[in-house]
């Protein structure tokens, strides 16, 4: 039994989940969740497996959350795809020639991707935050979070 086929079964099963009885398909996360167990509560002799052990058992309870919310994905290339475009901006020519700047863009890139995943106009809230907070001191509170 190794982690790759545990792996391999509950990412399968969150396809058959669709088709499944409810309680067939509980049945098959227990027992996931059993084979995971009997496997990171294994005795090893070896350094590096104790380590990756003691960091599967740490985490042994977000291990198979995608089993149990459908909400969640089994991988985490949307959170790749999120921070591709500041990557690449930082290593072409955005890069930052201060501190204050790095940070300015940082928030700014982060602001932009949000409302975008949020599928909101951003033309149109940064009109709405120009003018609601203009008044009131919205620039300074910019200034102060990338200070």
């Not at 994905?73 to 690449?88: G, Q, Y």
């Amino acid at each position: 039994m190794s982690l790759k086929k545990i792996l391999k079964d509950a990412i399968d099963l969150t396809e058959e989940r669709k088709v499944l009885l409810t309680e067939d398909y509980a049945r098959k996360v227990l027992k996931i969740h059993e084979r995971y167990e009997l496997l990171i509560m294994g005795e090893h002799s070896d350094g590096d497996v104790k380590r990756i052990l003691k960091r599967l058992k740490r985490h042994k309870n977000e291990m198979f959350v995608f089993l149990e919310d459908s909400r969640v994905p089994f991988h985490n290339n949307e959170s790749e795809r999120n921070i591709r475009p500041m990557v690449i901006a930082s290593k072409n020519s955005y890069c930052n020639r201060s501190e204050k700047s790095a940070k300015t863009y940082a928030i700014l890139a982060s602001i932009f991707r949000t409302l975008a995943c949020r599928k909101k106009d951003q033309i149109q809230f940064v009109l709405d935050y120009l003018i609601n907070d203009l008044n009131y001191g919205g620039f300074q509170r910019i200034n102060k979070i990338a200070a």
